[in-house]
């Protein structure tokens, strides 16, 4: 405490400046609702029901967030845009993104990503990853090339020209809303709007969609890490 090279101040303001800075970073309170900074970490880095904690290159995530939901198909309408939440779990570049026509239906679909508004609705659109053939069952995959930061709320959305049957999630499968919506009173996994199909997709979504009911399974989209 007396040798003259070290100052005692001098270390208490270092200290202090460095625990400023990662307040600065992480707020005062970065353990949140949660009984720990860990147990916060950990409820933010799972997708399909699996930790993504360092989401491996070349791996696929999906949307599905309750591991052991039912996979179910859900027929489309033509001329409808479906949206689906998506909570990215980290920042990441993904290269692909995929849906999983089950019974197939002569004509296209277009897949892209939203923004989401403050009152958690779609807003812009920022990415058209480009359209799909629908006329027969198959996986479809699009090339694309998406920076996305995580922890925000993006929405997923397909656009289909026919009436097609996707592959979804059942039994709450997918991450929903938290207010409800006015069919069933439970939280929304998908909501929609219509949109001519020429049109292409909407560069801003309407602001006041459909709400989907829980019996309407949401589409199920695959997307890889670049």
Known sequence: ???ASFQHDVVHSNVNDAIE???????TNPKGAQATVKDRLNLMARVDGR??????????????FLFGSTAASQT????????TPWRCPQSVTI?????EISTGAAGNARI????????????TLLLDAGTVDTTAAAVKELTISQALTGGVLYWLALHPSAGPQARGAA????????RADTVSGFGMARIYESYAYASGLPTTATTTPTDGSDTAYPPVFWMRRA
């Open 1 to 3: 405490m007396d040798d």
């Open 95 to 99: 290269d692909r993104i995929a849906i």
């Open 76 to 83: 489309l309408s033509a001329n409808t845009v479906y949206y």
């Open 112 to 123: 892209g990503i939203y923004n989401s508004l403050s009152s958690d609705y779609p807003g």
């Open 21 to 27: 800075a990662i307040e600065g970073e992480l707020g």
């Open 171 to 178: 039994g709450g499968g997918i991450l929903t809303m938290t």
């Open 51 to 64: 930790s993504v904690i360092g989401w491996p290159t070349g791996r696929y995530a999906t949307n599905n």
